[in-house]
């Protein structure tokens, strides 16, 4: 049971380049999300998806953009990277927040 | 809008000792609350959570957690610490469409 798999673990980007960041759970869960870690701010929320299909805006969307096609895959793309968007990335996921989400390893994204 | 409060930014504590770290929630209806926990290096995994009944949850790792509507809070406790109890605690609260909020973190450290 892999739980939720986020590729890459480690990315250094050039300012100005995209990339994206890859979500895959195999839990069968509804909801899913992205977080975002920096030190003494906890974690914040980029964007996040109650299904197929339906995405909404977290906390700190400027510069992600997201899509849900399946149940299973939420990836997260930066169009333009940019310093401030280094930091480490956490995908999670849930059928109920009732229950607590389930996250990934991470991704630590550094923009020089 | 939800939001939670972890006051302590730091904490150390004696291998052997008790363990309170403090967590207060601004929510309007009954919350989800959760404790997670990060090593470094690693993604979150959940101690422990609370949506109803007994407000004194037990969690993994021998933590608890106490709910108190009245003060707004939802404290962990350990009563004895190891020095694999370092690590990064997270409380958080469950909020409108399954999203969950997170405080800012409370790093333990112990010292033996």
């Known amino acids: 049971n892999a739980g939720v798999t986020q590729t890459p673990k480690f990315q250094v980007l050039k300012t100005g380049q995209s990339m994206t960041l890859q979500c895959a759970q195999d839990?069968?869960?509804?909801?899913m999300s992205w977080y975002r870690q920096d030190p003494g701010m906890g974690l914040r929320l980029i964007h996040y998806?109650?299904?197929?299909?339906?995405?909404d805006q977290g906390e700190v969307p400027n510069g992600y953009n997201v899509s849900r096609s399946t149940t299973e895959d939420f990836p997260l793309r930066l169009l333009s990277a940019a310093p401030s968007q280094t930091s480490v990335y956490f995908c999670?996921?849930?059928?109920?927040?009732?229950?607590?989400?389930?996250f990934g390893s991470g991704t630590r994204l550094t923009v020089v | 809008a939800q939001s939670v409060t972890q006051p302590d930014i730091h904490i150390t504590v004696s291998e052997g000792a008790s363990l309170e770290l403090r967590c207060n929630y601004s929510?309007?209806?009954?919350?989800?609350l959760f404790w997670y926990v990060q090593s470094p290096g690693q993604g979150l995994q959940l101690l422990l959570k609370?949506?109803?009944?007994?407000?004194l949850v037990q969690g993994i790792k021998g933590f608890e957690a106490e709910f108190k509507r009245s003060q707004s809070s939802f404290n962990l406790r350990k009563p004895s610490v190891h020095w694999s109890d370092a690590a990064e605690y997270f409380c958080?609260?469950?909020?409108?469409?399954?999203?969950?909020?997170f405080g800012a973190g409370t790093i333990l450290r112990v010292k033996s």
């Open positions: 609370y949506f109803s009944g007994d407000t």
């Open positions: 839990m069968n869960h509804e909801y």
């Open positions: 999670a996921s849930s059928y109920s927040v009732a229950v607590g989400y389930t």
């Open positions: 958080a609260v469950g909020a409108r469409g399954n999203k969950l909020v």
């Open positions: 929510y309007g209806a009954t919350p989800y």
């Open positions: 998806s109650v299904g197929a299909g339906i995405t």
